[in-house]
């Protein structure tokens, strides 16, 4: 196991390595002179020069990514063209936003999705199944910003049960639950619809093994038969799944983010492209590779604990 880990910690730091190179590097050729922005639209030639020598835009490519790896590993992602703030602080203030959006998204998901999907393999072929999976490909299909929209509409405009915007409090604090219920339900809801369809095909494939024909066989009752025996065989395929969707929340919710009007760390990096921030774009961009690095690496290691015939020796 040990060995894994330090396998799999040098993978993430080879592959965080390449991201830091592509991105820097599209971001080098990418139109436009940082300098002048940072500069202002008024400043004159002078100054905007000396503006390119003080950001070290005057030195080659290689200099300027290897300054911008040793920031790196002094915790520095530089600093903002146009509030000239730490980019890190200005990420840290928008995280718990986004991590509270993901992670109530996340947990509706879990709460609706991974149950309906077992029911639906339980009842396989019946009129729940159909309809459970008619519901299913409708939760894929339905772009989460036009849903958004319309739950807006719905629930803020007409019955005013719900505030329309915002993020101040954590998700299972009263006030927190009411902000982020809306955008959590808009989000997940393509979330819980993809664990509704992985969750039946998983279950229907344990459902039809020998060890379930055997447990049956010796008359244990239905319910142990799925919910001990069956159920975390089917829970590999659904936790893998768990893995990727939260990382694109983490990643994906910046269109989510701006129907709510919630200050995340989408919000951030959709105003940074807009306003060709580039130092900006540069680290919101590393900060969710790492992130959607971490969750996966955490799934792999809970692979043990649900099915104890998984060693990583």
Request: proline content about 4%.
């Amino acid at each position: 196991m040990k060995r894994y880990i330090i396998k799999r910690l040098g993978m993430m730091v080879i592959l965080l390595f390449g991201l830091t190179f592509i991105v820097f590097g599209s971001l080098y050729l990418a139109p436009g002179d940082p300098a002048e922005i940072a500069a202002g639209a008024s400043a004159t030639v002078e100054e905007v020069e000396r503006m390119r020598v003080y950001l070290g835009l005057d030195k080659p490519f290689l200099v300027q990514y290897g300054n911008y790896l040793l920031g790196l590993l002094r915790g520095d992602l530089g600093t903002s063209l146009m509030t000239r703030q730490p980019i890190l602080d200005e990420l840290l203030v928008r995280l718990p936003n986004t991590l509270n959006l993901a992670v109530s998204s996340m947990l509706f998901a879990c709460i609706i999705g991974i149950p309906l999907g077992i029911l639906a393999a339980i009842k396989k072929d019946s009129w729940l199944d159909n309809c459970l999976t008619t519901v299913s490909l409708l939760g894929i299909s339905v772009p989460n910003f036009w849903l958004g929209a319309i739950l807006i509409i719905i629930f803020c405009v007409n019955l005013r049960i719900f505030p329309t915007g915002g993020m101040s409090e954590p998700f299972w604090t009263p006030l927190g639950f009411k902000q982020a219920f809306l955008p959590s339900l808009s989000l997940g809801m393509q979330v819980a619809a993809s664990f509704m369809r992985i969750g039946r095909s998983s279950m229907l494939d344990v459902l039809q093994s020998d060890y379930i024909r055997t447990a049956r066989s010796k008359g244990l009752k239905e319910k142990v038969i799925i919910f001990i025996h069956a159920l975390k065989n089917a829970m590999i395929p659904i936790m893998t799944q768990m893995g990727t969707s939260f990382g694109g929340l983490l990643g994906g919710s910046m269109v989510t983010e701006q129907v709510f009007a919630t200050n995340g760390i989408g919000t951030y990096l959709i105003n940074a492209i807009n306003q060709r921030n580039y130092y900006a774009v540069q680290s919101t961009v590393l900060l969710i590779a790492f992130m959607f690095l971490i969750v996966n690496f955490i799934v792999d290691l809970l692979y043990c604990v649900v099915d104890p015939r998984i060693r990583y020796d």
